[in-house]
């Protein structure tokens, strides 16, 4: 299994994977940034997503989507592709006089032709609760519980609350039913979020019975919470004075607390924060619902207790069920929550403000940490923000003004993304574009890595841009590929690991929480049909220029936000936070100090207490006999076009054909390697001899549904070569493959790589990208740099993609003026040695017809395929120097990483270990790195390719006391007792991971990884079984192997510098140390 799925219980799908899949769905790259503003329970993170590594064995692979939820502002409801083509369900709605008996008004009714469902909105009339209960054939079901919660100041309540009620409730009195939920259920999701103005509790699953336990869990967990009787519980995931012993300091503990100090560590978040906060002085939005570090302090466990009490309540709650389950079984399982409720008055009082509009524009000046390392002069950012309204926009408009956004900057051919970065007058885009998931939209633009003498140039490029574009207008090439990338999206509805259902219950509740109609927002068709209709008639011109000019040009609510690095900034808040601790100490009485110590010794105990089996075998759980004893299968046809293998997977995709062609690494010479990346983003965004980029781009834009390309590299277990490839990814309607295949090949071989002006952004922006990563998921950076130590896989994609990369990075932006010839010779180097017939390889997903009909297109194109021999190859030797590392990074939160090859002991892979890794994640790293290290996160990886097993944590506030943790855990596992109850959630949970839900596009490309790396159905058979088969014993076998990570393995560690200089005080020399920002 690959690492993706391990990590699963940390990364419910991987948003992180910005290098490989962004391009895949380039229009949603500039909407990267906003998206943590919404918190999680669990992070989004795994570092699975470097160049997409450890992919394959039993289960599912690829993750190639963000939440496409966001992937185009206004369009973004996604239609449901049924499975099963012929039939739109005569899905039934509960019947009515049972609805009513239950309790339940019917409101509306309507058959969405656009997700191919009847939707039902209920009222539950003693509570008034509202729900939205959609049947249809789609098996992964969803429910969400969704709550307005308005936030007062930025203490943090509700996202505090949004973890702590997770932590035990009536039915449910454990310490963490949701990790319980986690270790032991088939969900396909599972998580929660905490937005600006509302917390919303989502689960889904394929399997009915599982489904109806995450609800029941969920139900019970956010209307009887534990957290409100237990203060500990507040202590533990907001925040507490921690104090070991009276003689030590006393310092801040708690899960919240750090996960947004990581949070105040990212410039990126730091101007998107500001951004808000400035455009709504006098709403909700003024503050932040996630906390503010150096404010959550002030939080009290009162306030904590009212906030629950008053809003986590049926009144303000709004429910959808999503699904082919049975409706009446739905609003039973409601009503016997509901029902235990009276109204009350939170509807009014948890109603948004909307902001009024400014009568004159304003400028904010934040400051934000930075090392003195680099040059801090060009390390400026400004970001331009508009409010569009004081009151929701109409569909229509709003239909209007998200398709005016990817317009303008959804492709990097987009005309204010491309004049910006052309500009040369900073690295990379800040600001979202336009953000329609609050109660008043907004649109926000600009750049980073700007010099100070260039932030007013800035503003005024971006104003002159956008008034040339109102002047001006847009060109037909342009607008028609907008419309097919959008239309194309739509049908597709490819919403990646997400569940259609939740994409669609976002976009509801985004106008339902505001108490507008919740089915609008689930139809499109209509809408823009008749904007399609008004372009063609009136011009782009007329319908786009007006916009541009009362939203952005003629419109007072502007904040401008100015961010200037600062070196003194860490080191400076840092020094307050011990000053008002030292404070607090020295106000406290010897007897105050001895009881914090005692209070502090009794949560740490009881964090570490496990829950005893009894009060585990509440939650409840699926059988081993639920359970299919077979993998999951997917059809694939291996055949032959003109000499060169073909995979095909014959699966219904709504008429849309998925295809990749593989090309061999393996022969590069070794320098070449980290432009790799580089020569991809090439090869999609230069020109040909005949078209501008700008062309091309559109070009691609109108015929296909979008082109990628990227490196994938792997270990291969028992092999001593890795697997290093080139992936083309492409997509069409499959009446136009013959332009998908042609236009591939025109990226391939047509393109010339001769542009510097543009492989100098190229260059910058990878580089505003690796120092944005190291500060943002250091965990990542920190797992190549072990890999890379480790074995020759690992050196190839930390090359490409590690701190090794961003050294490459920041060396070759100087070379790039210096000798462009030899860079651009470089480039073509690699084109000739890659592309080429010799190890070619193609997989296609689609049904039956469709493939048939592309075959006569992929013969011409292999056709057009040159046939050269290998070169050169790397040497199976290269590696970097096995010592431990420290990687310096103005940050207040640390990613402690240490790893080993467990195969060089002689272990053998035996499908347990899934079971073990996922079950220690669930238990012994999330007790003592995340419950009571107050780490964001901490984590084991086994990567079954290379043998590799690593642990890692993320935002920790410790170092070495999480190297310790670690060290522990094959103790952990000697010692252990399990009983069979525990067994078979920690083996059902395991494959829950193994079958997790894929999308059609998915399972073929699994289906590619796993013939990439030599994965047979054989082998998946049999690890299925290993995995049903495990027992206590393999837990205790596999300690002996573990033993040696703790004895032999190498540590890194991207971390604050006064974390690893007191580190190094504590153990001379233990860390080698390097600077990296
Ligand atoms: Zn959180």
Aim: charged share 25%.
């Amino acid at each position: 299994m690959e690492r993706a799925t391990l990590l699963r219980t940390i990364s419910c799908s991987s948003s992180s994977s910005v290098l490989v899949s962004a391009r895949f769905f380039s229009r949603s790259t500039h909407r990267l940034y906003r998206l943590p503003k919404r918190h999680r329970l669990i992070p989004n993170i795994g570092h699975s997503s470097l160049f997409r590594r450890h992919i394959g064995l039993v289960s599912a692979a690829s993750r190639p989507s963000l939440h496409l939820k966001k992937h185009f502002s206004n369009f973004s409801v996604q239609a449901v592709a049924t499975s099963n083509p012929q039939s739109a369900p005569e899905a039934l709605g509960a019947d009515d006089s049972v609805a009513e008996k239950l309790g339940f008004e019917k409101v509306s009714e309507e058959f969405i032709e656009e997700c191919k469902s009847r939707a039902v909105l209920y009222k539950h009339k003693k509570t008034g609760a509202e729900i939205m209960s959609v049947s249809n054939e789609d098996e992964n079901k969803v429910f969400g519980i969704v709550f307005r919660t308005p936030p007062k100041d930025s203490t943090g309540i509700p996202h505090i609350l949004e973890h702590s009620v997770l932590c035990g409730s009536r039915k449910y009195p454990l310490k963490e039913p949701f990790v319980e939920l986690l270790k032991g259920s088939l969900h396909t999701f599972l998580n929660a979020f905490t937005y600006p103005d509302r917390t919303c509790y989502p689960v889904a699953s394929t399997n009915t019975k599982d489904f109806y336990n995450l609800v029941d869990v969920y139900l019970d967990a956010v209307f009887f919470p534990k957290c409100v009787n237990d203060i500990k519980t507040f202590q533990q995931e907001g925040w507490h004075y921690e104090l070991n012993d009276p003689s030590e300091d006393i310092t801040y503990k708690g899960v919240v607390f750090n996960e947004m100090k990581g949070v105040y560590s990212q410039p990126e978040s730091i101007l998107g924060r500001a951004s808000q906060q400035a455009l709504f002085p006098d709403n909700a939005y003024g503050v932040d619902s996630g906390g503010d570090p150096q404010v959550i302090p002030k939080l009290t466990f009162e306030e904590f207790k009212e906030f629950h009490c008053k809003y986590y309540h049926p009144s303000n709650a709004r429910i959808w069920f999503y699904g082919d389950d049975d409706p009446t079984e739905r609003l039973q399982i409601l009503s016997e929550y509901l029902d235990m409720f009276e109204a009350n008055s939170a509807p009014e009082e948890s109603k948004i403000d909307s902001q009024k509009l400014f009568s004159e524009p304003i400028r904010v000046i934040e400051k934000y940490p930075a090392s003195e390392a680099v040059d801090a002069k060009k390390k400026h950012m400004v970001c331009l923000n508009w409010l569009l309204s004081e009151t929701p926009l109409d569909l229509e408009t709003e239909l209007a003004v998200g398709f005016l956004d990817h317009l303008m900057m959804g492709t990097p051919a987009s005309p204010l993304r491309k004049i910006l970065l052309e500009s040369g007058l900073g690295e990379a885009i800040v600001g979202g574009g336009v953000q329609d998931e609050l109660l008043q939209p907004q649109f926000s633009i600009g750049l980073k890595g700007v010099s100070e003498d260039d932030i007013q140039k800035v503003e005024e490029l971006i104003m002159s841009t956008l008034k040339k574009l109102a002047d001006e207008g847009f060109d037909s090439d342009a607008v028609e590929a907008s419309m097919n990338t959008i239309e194309f999206s739509l049908r597709e509805n490819n919403t990646g690991s997400f569940p259609r259902g939740l994409a669609l219950m976002l976009r509801s509740v985004g106008k339902w929480i505001y108490d507008m109609d919740p089915f609008e927002p689930l139809k499109y068709q209509e809408p823009l049909k008749a904007l399609k209709a008004r372009i063609a008639k009136e011009g782009p011109k007329a319908v786009f220029a007006p916009l541009i000019e009362k939203f952005i040009l003629n419109n007072l609510h502007l904040a401008t936000i100015e961010m200037q690095p600062d070196p003194e900034k860490a080191s400076y808040d840092e020094a307050i936070e011990k000053e008002n601790l030292e404070k607090v100490k020295a106000s406290m009485t010897p007897e105050d100090l001895a009881e914090l110590a005692r209070a502090t010794h009794e949560l740490k105990l009881k964090q570490e207490t496990p829950d005893p089996p009894e009060a585990l075998k509440c939650v409840p759980s699926l059988s081993l006999q639920d359970i299919p004893k077979k993998p999951k299968h997917i059809p694939t046809e291996v055949g032959y076009i003109n000499g060169i293998k073909v995979l095909q997977h014959d699966l219904f995709t709504n008429d849309v054909l998925y295809a990749e062609v593989v090309f061999n690494m393996s022969s590069l010479k070794q320098e070449l390697l980290p432009l790799v990346p580089l020569f991809c983003q090439s090869l999609l965004e230069m020109g040909t001899k005949d078209m501008e980029f700008v062309q091309l781009n559109q070009l691609i834009g109108r015929k296909t549904g979008g082109i990628s390309v990227y490196p994938f590299t792997s270990s291969v277990r028992d092999k001593k070569d890795p697997c290093s490839h080139i992936i083309v990814r492409g997509k069409a309607m499959s009446e136009r493959s013959e332009d998908l295949f042609n236009l591939v090949n025109c990226v391939l071989q047509d393109v010339q790589l001769t542009d510097q002006k543009r492989f100098k952004q190229f260059v910058s922006q990878s580089k505003a990208r690796m120092e944005n990563r190291l500060r943002g998921s250091g965990h990542g950076i920190a797992a190549a740099r072990m890999d890379a130590k480790l074995n020759v896989a690992g050196w190839i994609s930390e090359q490409m993609g590690g701190l090794s990369y961003l050294e490459f990075l920041q060396a070759l932006e100087k070379k790039v003026d210096e000798d462009w010839p030899e860079i651009s010779a470089s480039l073509e180097e690699i084109r000739k040695t890659l592309i080429s017939k010799n190890g070619c390889l193609i997989n296609l997903t689609a049904d039956g017809k469709n493939l048939k009909n592309s075959e006569k297109h992929i013969s011409n194109f292999l056709d057009m395929l040159p046939n050269t021999s290998p070169v050169g190859s790397i040497p199976l030797s290269s590696r970097l120097s096995p010592t431990n590392e420290a990687i310096v990074i103005p940050t207040q939160v640390n990613y402690v990483g240490k790893a080993a090859n467990i195969c060089d002991t002689g272990y053998k892979l035996k499908g347990s270990a899934y079971v073990i890794s996922k079950y220690l994640n669930n238990t012994w790293l999330w007790d003592r790195v995340r419950v009571s290290g107050g780490a964001y996160g901490g984590f084991c990886d086994f990567d079954t390719h290379s043998g590799v097993f690593s642990y890692l944590s993320y935002r920790d506030p410790n170092l070495l006391e999480t190297l310790d943790v670690y060290d522990g855990t094959s103790n952990f596992l000697k010692e252990l007792e399990m009983d069979d109850d525990a067994l078979t959630k920690a083996i059902i949970g395991t494959i829950g991971d193994v079958d997790a839900y894929q999308l059609p596009d998915a399972k073929g490309y699994s289906s590619l990884m796993r013939h990439l790396l030599g994965v047979t159905e054989e082998e998946r058979q049999m690890r299925r079984e290993e995995i049903l088969l495990t027992r206590l014993n393999d837990f205790k076998d596999f300690a002996d192997f573990i033993e040696m990570v703790k004895d032999k393995g190498v540590v890194v560690a991207v971390a604050s510098p006064g974390d690893v200089d007191a580190a190094n005080k504590l153990r001379p020399n233990f860390f080698e140390v390097k600077k990296a920002l």
